[in-house]
C-alpha cells in the first residue's frame, strides 16, 4: 500500500543549523504535504506542493518534490528551539478519488538552544 | 482561521463501555476525518466523511462507528470499549477540492483527545 516514509527518524541540531527531512513513498501522487506536530497538540499544515511542482518555498521552509525518485525532502533553514516538533509527510494517491491522505510515521526534530 | 475543536483533551474510560468522542469544525467544511496516532505506528484513519450522513471506511473501522447528522459535526463511537483502543485520537476537517474528496485540499485537525481505557 501507499505510504510515506520519513527519514531520519529522529534529528538533533544546534539552533541555526539547517534540519533536512526526507519522505519516500510508493505510488504515483496527487500532491504531497508537509505537516509538523508539537508535542501532544494536532498537525499544523505547512505546506501542499503538487506532482507537477519540483519545489516550493515558504518562509525558513523549502520542499522538493522528485516524482521519478518518488521521494520529497523538507529543508528548515536557520532553525530555532521553537521549530523542535515531529515533523509528516502525507500523500494522496493518484489512482484514487477519495481524497484520502495517507501520514508517515513522522522525523522527530530537537533544536537545541 | 479554520478552528477544530474536540470535546475533550483527556478522557478516561472502562473496558465494555460506549464511548462518543465529538469533534466540531467552524468552516464549512464538507470532509472530515478521524485518525489514530500511536506511537511507531503513524497517524491511521479510522472513518471519514464527504458530507452529511455521508460516511466510508478508513484503513482501521474495527471497533467504530462514527455519525455525521450536521454538517459541522463529526462523532466517533466506541461501540464497546477495549484496551487496545487506547490511543490519541486526532479529528481533521478539509474543504472539498476540484473533485468530491479531492486530497488537493490541507486538512486541519484538532488538538486531539488521549484516551485511556482501564
Known amino acids: 500500500s501507499q505510504q510515506g516514509e520519513e527519514d531520519p527518524q529522529a534529528l538533533s541540531i544546534q539552533e541555526g543549523e539547517n534540519a533536512t527531512m526526507n519522505c519516500s513513498y510508493k505510488?504515483?501522487?496527487?500532491?504531497l504535504q508537509w505537516y509538523r506536530q508539537n508535542s501532544g497538540r494536532g498537525l499544523v499544515h505547512l505546506i501542499l506542493i503538487r506532482s507537477n511542482e519540483r519545489e516550493k518555498h515558504s518562509g525558513r521552509l523549502r520542499v522538493t518534490l522528485d516524482t521519478s525518485k518518488k521521494s520529497s525532502s523538507l529543508l528548515i533553514t536557520a532553525s530555532r528551539a521553537a521549530d523542535t516538533a515531529s515533523y509528516f509527510c502525507a500523500t494522496d494517491a493518484r489512482s484514487s478519488n477519495t481524497g484520502k491522505l495517507i501520514f508517515g510515521q513522522g522525523t522527530t526534530l530537537q533544536v537545541k538552544p | 482561521d479554520v478552528k477544530v475543536t474536540q470535546s475533550s483533551r483527556y478522557l478516561v474510560k472502562r473496558t465494555g463501555e460506549k464511548v462518543f468522542l465529538e469533534c466540531v469544525q467552524d468552516m464549512d467544511h464538507e470532509n472530515m476525518f478521524w485518525y489514530r496516532q500511536d506511537p511507531g505506528l503513524g497517524l491511521r484513519l479510522i472513518y471519514f466523511?464527504?458530507?452529511?450522513?455521508?460516511?466510508e471506511k478508513g484503513d482501521i473501522p474495527e471497533g467504530y462507528s462514527v455519525s455525521r447528522e450536521k454538517k459541522e459535526r463529526f462523532s466517533l463511537i466506541l461501540e464497546s470499549a477495549s484496551t487496545n483502543q487506547t490511543s490519541m485520537y486526532l479529528c481533521?476537517?478539509?474543504?472539498?477540492?476540484?473533485?468530491?474528496?479531492?486530497?488537493?485540499?490541507?486538512?486541519?485537525f484538532g488538538d486531539g483527545t488521549r484516551l485511556s481505557i482501564l
Open positions: 466523511s464527504y458530507d452529511v450522513k455521508m460516511k
Open positions: 505510488t504515483s501522487i496527487n500532491n
Open positions: 481533521a476537517s478539509s474543504p472539498t477540492g476540484l473533485f468530491r474528496g479531492s486530497g488537493n485540499q490541507p486538512q486541519h
